[in-house]
């Protein structure tokens, strides 16, 4: 069958038709019964919307002409329900199979919750470990860089450009941003939006690139802090919710949990002391890996925010992981299903298992990745050293004729024709970074004088 893409709201809808439809058995239901029989009220077109994505997508299956069209709920999606859960495309404990039934029961089948303050309170840093000595064991194996001694951030620094695109599109997709990998890379580097996409997909990720490049550029000053966490709020949130003033700002007003029977805390004072209590906990925390997965439960548990919590938490695991010079997390394949139910399972059931082995499993593909691109850091120096007479040539006539910005990287582009076509994008970046990298302590070495130099600055900065 086919996967669904689906938004929070969306995903709701489509939740109550499965349950009309499996009600109704193998009589199936008409449009009007299935409206009749669920909870939520859906506008009719809407309706009809979410049972042709379900009928494309081979979970509902029909019969009749138009006016009598009958809809049932395929065999296969009949069988997955009965066994409380589609088959898991990650490993998983016993026990973390045991909560995906729980949590992929019909939303009536599941008790109401609230949030439950001593979740938070009983866990003791460095005494309670959701991570156990081997899985840390593990995750330190996978997670070993070259910079392990470096000034927090280093390692992060060195994949920053494929790390902004990899983080930005994983966590966007998990909150049902339609962007694809290559419209994301195209946002990011060169400032287009895809079309057909709405403004608000290419806000967000925008956004995770602006708190993607805070968390790295700013790794030696910042931590598990208050500072930290609300400016990396205000960040991801910038130009998305109703409120101009909530990014940044703990929430003063209750929310809702779609697709959840958990209600979060509705009381400010109580959102204040049990933010507070929950990042003094995870700073007193020594293991980065268990510091990284009790942002990754708690932050999303206690919802401090309006709106926005999943994405502050999902880049709030990577502090940390950045200030030991780990590999980062950047969420590379997470089934998005599987990563809901396993907050899911956090909220109505304080049960960490599922979501630890999306975890586990997440790092173990990121590490992968990085330690693949890692590997390929070296290739720049080879790449120019091949070339650098031709980079320097370029370099000091841009300088020495005084060139604009836009002037350069027209001369530029024109004289890199000389290069053959597969390096020719790299060569031109190379120009362009040395270009961008020159001040008044490295000219010399492309024999400017101090006069062009200057000369050029000037005409540089007016751009």
């Known amino acids: 069958m086919a996967k669904l893409n689906l938004s929070t709201r969306a995903f709701s809808q489509v939740e109550a038709i499965k349950v009309a439809l499996k009600q109704s058995g193998s009589e199936g239901a008409t449009l009007e019964e299935i409206k009749r029989a669920i909870q939520t009220k859906i506008p009719h077109r809407t309706l009809q919307r979410r049972l ?36 898991p495309v990650l490993p998983l404990s016993e026990e973390s199979r045991h909560i995906l039934s729980l949590v992929s029961r019909p939303h009536q089948q599941r008790m109401p ?129 109703p409120d101009p003033a909530a990014p940044g700002r703990l929430r003063t007003h209750g929310v809702g949990i779609g697709r959840s029977v958990y209600t979060p805390l509705a009381i400010p004072q109580l959102i204040e002391e049990m933010f507070e209590l929950m990042l003094a906990k995870a700073r007193q925390i020594v293991n980065p890996f268990e510091q990284a997965f009790f942002m990754m439960v708690h932050l999303p548990y206690l919802q401090p925010f309006e709106d926005v919590n999943k994405r502050v938490s999902r880049l709030a ?45 997440a790092y173990e593909r990121s590490s992968a990745r990085y330690a693949v691109v890692r590997q390929s850091i070296g290739e720049p120096d080879l790449f120019r050293m091949k070339h650098r007479q031709a980079i320097r ?56 004088s101090p006069s062009e130099f200057d000369r050029w600055k000037e005409a540089w900065r007016k751009q």
């Open 393 to 448: 040539s370029l370099v000091t006539e841009v300088v020495s004729s005084a060139m604009s910005q836009a002037a350069a990287s027209t001369f530029i582009e024109q004289r890199a024709v000389s290069i053959p076509e597969k390096e020719r994008g790299k060569f031109i970046e190379y120009v362009e970074t040395e270009l961008l990298s020159l001040h008044e302590g490295n000219f010399a070495r492309y024999y400017i």
């Open 113 to 241: 919750v609230g949030y439950n303050r001593e979740f938070l309170e009983l866990y003791q840093p460095n005494v309670t470990n959701y991570l156990s000595t081997e899985e840390t064991k593990q995750l330190f194996q996978w997670g070993q860089t070259p910079d392990r001694n470096q000034t927090a951030g280093t390692y992060a620094k060195e994949i920053l450009q494929r790390l902004l695109i990899d983080l930005s599109y994983n966590s966007s997709r998990l909150e049902g941003n339609t962007y694809s990998l290559l419209d994301t890379e195209r946002l990011i580097r060169l400032g287009e939006e895809a079309e057909s996409k709405s403004a608000m997909e290419a806000q967000m990720i925008l956004n995770h690139k602006d708190a993607i490049e805070f968390l790295v550029h700013s790794a030696e000053e910042i931590g598990l802090n208050r500072y930290t966490i609300l400016n990396l709020h205000a960040l991801l949130a910038n130009n998305l919710l």
């Open 52 to 87: 042709e994505h379900l009928r494309k997508a081979g979970i509902v299956t029909t019969s009749g002409d138009t006016r009598s069209t009958r809809y049932y709920l395929a065999e296969a999606d009949v069988k997955e329900e009965e066994k409380g859960a589609a088959k």
């Open 317 to 361: 695991v990577n502090i940390p992981l950045n200030s030991h010079n780990l590999i980062p997390l950047s969420f590379v394949d997470v089934p998005d299903d599987l990563y809901i139910r396993g907050l899911l399972a956090v909220y109505e059931l304080n049960r960490v298992e599922l979501l630890k082995d999306v975890f586990l499993w």
